[in-house]
T-cell receptor, first 110, second 114 residues
Framework: DAKTTQPTSMDCAEGRAANLPCNHS???????VYWYRQIHSQGPQYIIH???NNETNEMASLIITEDRKSSTLILPHATLRDTAVYYC???????????FGKGTRLHILP | GAVVSQHPSWVICKSGTSVKIECRSL??????MFWYRQFPKQSLMLMAT?????????EQGVEKDKFLINHASLTLSTLTVTSAHPEDSSFYIC??????????FGPGTRLLVL
């Protein structure tokens, strides 16, 4: 079973920040939080990952709570192309097998 | 980021035939690759772990004689769907961990069995 829980779906207006939450209350100290997204009919795309500290890259920011039991993926300026299913995943090693949950279906509204 | 390719991107075949799908890591080596399938409106389901130079490890409920996996080199894993039937029609996706960064996914192969 997936170790994370996410809302089933979310809407966000184009140009606004999209904040996608994820709960991972059973995460262990050496497990990372990874985010992937899957645009319709494509393979999943890596977005970002982190352990304890907040992370930012050209795609998104990842905010991890101090107790590490939850995190938020932030897309700072959502566009229509960000419409996808977003998966929050907990992994100890990058070569571990990934068990996907249902993710969050993000709709960007024009 | 690193690139994983799949071939073919889509395939249509008759019931009873076998179909081979290739997964390649284009700019890195992968001793392990993973195979998933995805039915419409569902999440990805892990089928098996492909191990270079050894037997694949299958998830519970996945028939190893039905879905043959060969990981003959550090950049290539193949999945062969033997005696395909309409219920095998699905979107098949592979992934490969890249040592320095993360796990990368292929673009997927859509299989339609008539």
């Amino acid at each position: 079973d997936a170790k994370t829980t996410q809302p089933t779906s979310m809407d966000c207006a184009e140009g606004r920040a999209a904040n996608l939450p994820c709960n991972h209350s059973t995460i262990s100290g050496n497990e990372y939080v990874y985010w992937y997204r899957q645009i319709h009919s494509q393979g999943p795309q890596y977005i970002i990952h982190g352990l304890k500290n907040n992370e930012t890259n050209e795609m998104a920011s990842l905010i991890i709570t101090e107790d590490r039991k939850s995190s938020t993926l932030i897309l700072p300026h959502a566009t229509l192309r960000d419409t996808a299913v977003y998966y929050c995943i907990v992994l100890m090693n990058r070569d571990d097998k990934i068990i996907f949950g249902k993710g969050t279906r993000l709709h960007i509204l024009p | 980021g690193a690139v994983v390719s799949q071939h073919p991107s889509w395939v249509i075949c008759k019931s009873g035939t076998s179909v081979k799908i290739e997964c390649r890591s284009l700019d890195f080596q992968a001793t392990t690759m993973f195979w998933y399938r995805q039915f419409p409106k569902q999440s990805l389901m892990l089928m098996a772990t492909s191990n270079e130079g050894s037997k694949a490890t299958y998830e519970q409920g996945v028939e190893k004689d039905k879905f043959l996996i060969n990981h003959a080199s550090l950049t290539l894993s193949t999945l062969t769907v033997t005696s395909a039937h309409p219920e095998d029609s699905s979107f098949y996706i592979c992934s490969a961990p890249e040592k320095k960064e993360t796990q990368y996914f292929g673009p997927g192969t859509r299989l339609l069995v008539l």
